[in-house]
């Protein structure tokens, strides 16, 4: 090889070297150190207060207590413990973006994202904006509120913060132990009845007829883990008029315990409205799960079918 041509590749190498460095320095800012990305782990060991999930379509607050409550509703019983767990399974991973400029299509601004903001001792501890998803199963961008950085999260985080109000409601209508209950009052317009277990089956009070065994199964089964498909509107529930056309249900356990009392209103093909005794929250249930539950005397007879 000539003299020559050695020459002129160390000029192309030596302008490619030049051509890196000049591309590193325009890529990270003029040469400053990456910011390191925020921590969120040490906030699950916090005492939360409450938390606040708002965006420019709807707020969630979140408070703590014996029961946690959501907008004023009682949330799931496992409400705080999901919060906790993943804020500390949450991890924030490598910087996505460090321009203002960028924030509108990531989504991470205060008019586009949902802001996350956690309290503790009465001081606001944590506060994030949630933005796109990242590209891959439970990543989202996230900004930390008054920076400009902008990073990919990952973990179940993502999908508490984009819950709805009903998905963090306690849709617990009855729970009860299946074993535990002992007799179930029915009350319907046009007749009324007691289904009430002795030590060999099931038999229906007053007429002492004999139920059938696997209606009477399928019927515990639905009534003792009972759960709501969702709520009425408060809208909604101020509206409807409890009356003679409502079906009673009444759940009883060993020594009349009372375990549910519950009112049934027929919405139709929809399903029901349900309400219980003490409570003024109205849940919607399906037409299948209702039509497990309300069954008339001579359905739950022996041999009746």
Known sequence: MSDRLLKILGGVLAVLV???AVARLVSSGGGAPEPAPFELASSSELEIDSVLIASATDTIVLRAGAPWT????????????SLG???????VGRLASRNPANHERLGVTSATGRRF??????????S???GERGGAFEQVFVRREGDDEVYVLQG???SLVNRAVDDWRNKWIVDAVRADIHSIEFTYPDESFTLVRDSAAWRIEPSAAQADDNIVSNLLGQLAQLQALGFAHDSVADTLAWDSTTVAVRV?????A????LTFLDRGDVGYYVGRLGSSVVYTLASWAGGQILKREEELREGDR
């Open 18 to 20: 030049v051509a890196w």
């Open 70 to 81: 959501v907008n004023g509703y009682e949330a799931t019983a496992e409400a705080g413990e």
């Open 85 to 91: 767990q993943q804020l500390g399974e949450a991890r």
């Open 117 to 126: 903001t956690l309290y503790s001792e009465g001081q606001t501890k944590l």
């Open 128 to 130: 994030i904006i949630f």
């Open 156 to 158: 179940g985080l993502v």
């Open 252 to 256: 009883l356990g060993p020594d009349g």
């Open 258 to 261: 009372q375990l549910g009392d």
